[in-house]
């Protein structure tokens, strides 16, 4: 379906619709899979925020069915979330992605702020010096240009990119 949706053969609401209808299927799997006592097994864990001063929170939620559907182990802050609760989960939950979203030109401050402190938490850098954490960015507002300016690591412009960077990040 994402290839479809990329390819322009589908759109968003038959995404969405395919999404949710992967989602009930994963939840029956998960149930057999605690029922039976197995271990799930997650591709890599991701932080998901709409950045502070922002509630349009749509667009993260559909990157959250996505990711959770490949396998990926979601944890969603929400939205209108402040940089420091971001880089403070980052560290706790020894996080290589975060995904963060804006949709109002207002909050673009928010999202450049988030990504700095993320650079510059010393707990979230490797030995030579650079981060831990791969920063995904997205939203209506978000252009390719921005993104690099800022410093995020992937511009994503839909929630397909973002598995895609997932799969680079975790090479899978």
């Not at 619709?17 to 939840?27: D, T, V």
């Not at 802050?77 to 880089?87: A, E, H, N, S, T």
């Not at 975060?98 to 909050?107: I, K, N, P, R």
């Amino acid at each position: 379906m994402g290839a479809d949706f990329e390819a322009g053969k589908i759109f968003l609401p038959q995404l969405i619709q395919s999404a949710n209808a992967a989602q009930e299927c994963f939840a029956v799997i998960k149930e057999e899979i605690a029922r039976t006592g197995s271990d799930s097994v997650s591709k890599g864990k991701v932080i998901l925020a709409t950045v502070k001063g922002d509630i349009h929170d749509i667009g993260k939620n559909i990157v959250k069915v996505l990711l959770d559907n490949y396998g990926y182990t979601v944890i969603d802050l929400g939205r209108d979330v402040d940089p420091k609760v971001i880089v403070e989960t980052a560290m706790k939950e020894d996080i290589e992605a975060v995904g963060l979203s804006a949709l109002m030109t207002t909050t673009l401050s928010s999202m450049e702020e988030t990504i700095a402190l993320l650079r510059k938490e010393p707990a979230l850098q490797n030995e030579d010096g650079t981060s831990k954490v791969n920063v995904m960015v997205g939203g209506a507002v978000v252009t390719p240009d921005y993104a690099e300016r800022i410093g995020a690591d992937f511009y994503c412009r839909d929630a397909k990119a973002t598995v895609d960077a997932c799969k680079s990040v975790f090479k899978n």
